[in-house]
């Protein structure tokens, strides 16, 4: 079975800091994905990461697939109140394997 | 409508009684998806169809859960003698085809079992 671990499980931060939260897992995946779930809603896709090493961009947010694809880490810059919601990773094909979640607080 | 949408957003009932839980998908997505999402959790993979069949029901937690989708769009997740460990969000996603295309999901369905 494969799992992802996230961590930390809990994150609580001023508005303007930096943050990275990160997605482990002793398996091989071929790709990872990053959502964002705000309370009430389904999660939202954000990125798909495929290559090992590939970093992609969006926005303030900067993901990152590790060499050996069986993690990653969601970077984010001057985190915003706005960027408030629960971190997703996700990995596989169908079905996707979710992790726990990052539960992120940005307080103004 | 543009996006996944389920019905109803809360559902309420008491232990043992019967559930049906429905999702309309993204018009002309033919791979359709039920997570269950307890607190605390990220969702988890209950079963999923491309089209009318089930491809893979392996994440169904027992028989009482069985869903369906008899014309390949719309699905109706069913929970038979609701139990207390049953309450939780369902989450039902879309994708245009099954095997890795994105998944957009609903909102969900909170079901709440007294």
């Known amino acids: 079975t494969q799992l992802l671990e996230q961590s930390p499980q809990f994150l609580s931060i001023q508005e303007g800091e930096n943050l990275t939260v990160y997605c482990n897992s002793s398996s091989v995946f071929s790709s990872l994905q990053w959502y964002r779930q705000e309370p009430g809603e389904g999660p939202v896709l954000l990125v798909t990461v495929v290559t090992g090493g590939e970093v992609k961009k969006l926005k303030r947010l900067t993901f990152q697939f590790g060499d050996a694809r069986k993690d990653s880490s969601l970077h984010i810059t001057a985190a915003q109140p706005g960027d408030t919601g629960l971190y997703l990773c996700a990995g596989g094909d169908t079905p996707l394997v979710f992790g726990k979640g990052t539960r992120l607080s940005v307080i103004a | 409508g543009a996006g996944v949408s389920q019905t109803p957003s809360n559902k309420v009932t008491e232990k043992g009684k019967y559930v049906e839980l429905r999702c309309d998908p993204i018009?002309?997505?033919?791979?359709l998806y039920w997570y269950r999402q307890s607190l605390g959790q990220g969702p988890e993979f209950l079963i999923y169809?491309?089209?009318?069949?089930?491809?893979?029901d392996s994440g169904l937690p027992n028989d009482r859960f069985f869903a369906v989708r008899p014309e390949g769009s719309v699905s109706t997740l069913k929970i038979q003698r609701t139990e207390r460990g049953d309450s939780a969000v369902y989450l039902c996603a879309s994708s245009l085809r099954a095997g890795g295309d994105t998944q957009y999901f609903g909102p969900g369905t909170r079901l709440t079992v007294l």
């Open positions: 169809f491309q089209g009318t069949g089930a491809a893979d």
């Open positions: 018009s002309g997505h033919t791979a």
